[in-house]
């Protein structure tokens, strides 16, 4: 069973940073394209960010400047840093990811992660 486990959340003042992780577990073979969305109560879910399976990265443009995403195959990891944050920011973030497990090498599945709370406030 593949999970998406995010972790680093929290509350933090404006101006302030904090890294986002998200660690698939299970039978993973390999993480694939990932993403980092976000979603303010009574608003859609939005993309953050989002790394090809080769390093090429996108942003919003909400967030171009003050965020990174990266990623460490070896550790079957995406992070998400975040600098300069402001009250806007503050939303339940989640990681997306296509997951190749080793059941079935020739596919990949789509996961999301349960969410993580961002709350940016002074």
């Known amino acids: 069973q593949v999970q998406l486990v995010e972790s680093g959340g929290g509350l933090v003042q404006p101006g302030g940073a904090l890294k986002l992780s998200c660690t698939a577990s299970g039978n993973v073979f390999s993480i694939n394209a990932a993403g980092w969305f976000r979603q303010a109560p009574g608003k859609q879910r939005d993309l953050v960010a989002n790394?090809?399976?080769?390093?090429?990265?996108h942003y919003a443009d909400s967030v171009k400047g003050r965020f990174t995403i990266s990623r460490d195959n070896a550790k079957k990891s995406v992070y998400l840093q975040m600098s300069s944050l402001k009250p806007d920011d503050t939303a339940v973030y989640y990681c997306n990811a296509g997951v190749t497990d080793w059941d079935d090498l020739r596919y990949e599945n789509n996961y999301w992660g349960q969410g993580t709370q961002v709350t940016v406030s002074s």
């Open positions: 790394i090809t399976a080769f390093g090429d990265t």
